[in-house]
């Protein structure tokens, strides 16, 4: 599968932006779908999950409450709406595919997924 990740931009902080995630290829609704991001100098790190159903999600603790991740099976695409944005939400953010069903735990290892999109770079000024 290729991901095409967008919708990244320059926000305000507590401003909004809606990723989107485009995924080629016809088992889409067979990979369980994650979110990550990476700052400058520092580690790719989880942010947020779906399970390949839409009916299991999980957060960092960080976005829970602002960040929404969903699904749409139909058209091979996974979403991350992002509320209240911070300064410390400035990162490049990764979607990523996972062949294998993932646990809690594991959605949580970038190790764990097999595809990568480009990356969208997320931006919030003070």
């Known amino acids: 599968v290729q991901l095409q990740a967008s919708g990244g931009g320059l926000v305000q902080a507590g401003g909004s932006l809606r990723l989107s995630c485009a995924a080629s290829g016809h088992t889409f609704s067979t990979y369980d779908m994650g979110w990550f991001r990476q700052a400058p100098g520092k580690e790719r790190k989880f942010v947020a999950g779906i399970s390949r159903s839409g009916g299991f999600t999980s957060y960092t603790d960080s976005v829970r409450g602002r960040f929404i991740i969903s699904r749409d099976n139909t058209k091979n695409m996974v979403y991350l709406q992002m509320n209240s944005l911070k300064p410390e939400d400035t990162a490049v953010y990764y979607c990523?595919?996972?062949?294998?069903?993932?646990?809690?735990?594991?959605?949580?290892?970038?190790?764990?997924?097999?595809?990568w999109g480009q990356g969208t770079q997320v931006t919030v000024s003070s």
């Open positions: 990523a595919a996972a062949t294998s069903y993932l646990s809690r735990d594991s959605r949580l290892e970038v190790g764990n997924y097999d595809y």
